[in-house]
């Protein structure tokens, strides 16, 4: 699997999002750079991305006017991008990632392995691998120059979630 060149690296926990307190995505040098808040809210869970000062950068809920499994993540109250998962699929998991702009987002590889990219045009915009950290449970989540950052940790702590909901850990 090639990686993105010049992209900023990040480390998430595999069980970053199995508690409901708050949990850390560190930079490759350990440092911590992003908070997910976990919050029960109603008949949901919704996990909020918050920066080191504490400003809170995306939401991110289960929608459940939804006939299939699906996550919406939110700046303050506008959804600016949509995960579903598929129906049916018969090699391993299949989600459509779709942008408030219209961009889809193709997820290709091994999801539940975390050896996987996600392309926006054929470019890669996220690529994730165990391969480059040796921490027990977690892996690293690249990202490229042109993607919001934010945004892109947000769409694999969405995934996540999806993949906690459905038991496969």
Do not use: C
Not at 83 to 97: A, E, H, P, R
Not at 108 to 117: L, M, N, S, V, Y
């Amino acid at each position: 699997m090639s990686f993105v060149p010049v992209a900023q690296t990040f480390v998430l926990n595999q069980s970053l999002v199995s508690v409901g307190g708050d949990l850390w995505i560190d930079d490759v040098n350990g440092q911590r750079v992003f908070e997910v808040d976990g919050k029960a809210i109603a008949i949901r869970r919704t996990l909020v991305l918050k920066d080191m000062q504490g400003s809170v950068l995306y939401q991110i809920n289960q929608s459940l006017g939804h006939l299939r499994r699906t996550f919406e993540i939110k700046r303050g109250d506008q959804v600016v991008v949509t995960i579903q998962k598929s129906l049916v699929s018969f090699f391993g998991d299949n989600f459509t990632v779709t942008a408030a702009n219209g961009d889809t987002l193709a997820i290709k590889g091994d999801w539940i392995a975390r050896e996987f990219r996600i392309t926006n045009g054929g470019q890669d915009v996220i690529v994730a691998s165990r391969k480059l950290v040796s921490l027990h449970g977690g892996y690293a989540v690249q990202i490229a120059p042109s993607f919001d950052v934010p945004m892109g940790l947000a769409i694999v702590v969405a995934l996540e979630q999806i993949e906690l909901e459905e038991g496969h850990r």
